[in-house]
């Protein structure tokens, strides 16, 4: 778990509560760069959220450029620290 990442994910503005929850369990499992390997399956378990939902969401990540894949490691991601930084809290 890295606290590094669990925080810029508290402090990102996400309109949509799956993908902030999503997020959390990805930080989770995340180093302090934002790499990271989980099943589709782990994190519905982690959130309580259905399959279904939580592919939609990780999909809408990936479509953001929020969470990446990492091409010489199959099966590993990496969150974009860099994207959630510059994601404004709303208040």
């Known amino acids: 778990m890295s606290v590094k990442v669990m ?3 508290w ?3 996400r309109p949509n509560v799956d993908q902030k929850l999503v997020l959390l369990a990805l930080a989770d ?6 790499k990271c390997r989980f ?3 782990e994190v519905a378990q982690r959130t309580r959220l259905e399959v279904g939902p939580v592919r939609a ?7 953001d450029g929020t969470l990446t894949t ?3 490691y199959p099966g590993w ?3 974009q620290l860099d994207r959630l930084s510059q994601q404004e809290t709303r208040r």
Not at 29 to 34: A, K, P, R, S, T
Not at 57 to 63: I, P, Q
């Open 7 to 9: 925080a810029l994910v």
């Open 39 to 41: 099943s589709e399956s």
């Open 77 to 79: 991601f990496r969150l």
């Open 29 to 34: 499992w995340c180093d302090d760069e934002g």
């Open 57 to 63: 969401t990780l999909a809408s990540l990936v479509e």
């Open 70 to 72: 990492i091409p010489k």
């Open 11 to 13: 402090d990102a503005y």
